[in-house]
């Protein structure tokens, strides 16, 4: 029983001791011992930051990447319309090509004495103009290098002219002209090109 009464006596004792240490420890010692310490505190910190900074900046490549995506998309439709007529061009062109050939096989007749002849010549001229106004309006371009330098990316050199008076590779002679369609060679100019002798 003395056992009893002892225990509880120092426990009372060692309450009394607690409550009389916490009302003399300062207000923000006894809130550190209750929270988690100012450290970790700091690292949390630190560690949701850089998680935020990564988050934007997946964000921001995210954006620049849809942004890309949109220009790419916005190129591709606006050559897809300025260039859907290249093959037809391509066809096309080869009716020029035998338009001229007409005209210039009748160009040395004296037309004057045959009215068939020379309303032949009349319609070809007219349709040849036509086509021509056709050509201009959807961007097709005819064009004849004589006298420029060789450009395999514009040209097809279809024979070699000796020539001591100029260098190589300057065009003397056209076969066909070539054509463009908005600044791209829709066919190249077939050509003969100088060989220098020197």
Avoid: C, W
């Avoid at 790419?72 to 093959?87: C, V």
């Avoid at 061009?89 to 004296?110: G, H, M």
């Avoid at 036509?130 to 514009?154: A, W």
């Amino acid at each position: 029983m003395n056992d009893t009464r002892d225990k509880k006596k120092k426990s009372e004792a060692q309450g009394e001791s607690q409550r009389l240490e916490e009302e003399t420890m300062p207000e923000d010692l006894i809130d550190l011992e209750d929270d988690e310490s100012p450290i970790e505190d700091i690292k949390d910190d630190i560690n949701l930051k850089v998680k935020l900074d990564e988050a934007n900046d997946r964000i921001l490549r995210m954006a620049a990447e849809m942004e890309n995506s949109r220009k790419r998309g916005l190129k591709e439709k606006e050559d897809a319309i300025k260039y859907s007529t290249t093959k037809f061009a391509r066809d096309i062109v080869t009716v020029a090509d035998d338009l001229e050939r007409a005209i210039e096989s009748i160009k040395d007749i004296n037309l004057d004495g045959n009215e068939a002849t020379k309303t032949l010549y009349e319609g070809i001229e007219l349709t040849m103009r036509s086509l021509t106004q056709i050509f201009e309006r959807n961007g097709i371009e005819r064009f004849d290098p004589t006298g420029e330098k060789f450009d395999p990316t514009m040209h097809e050199a279809m024979f070699e002219v000796p020539d001591s008076k100029k260098e190589t590779g300057i065009i003397v002679h056209l076969v066909e002209p070539g054509y463009r369609i908005n600044d791209r060679i829709l066919r190249p100019a077939r050509v003969g090109v100088s060989k220098s002798s020197k």
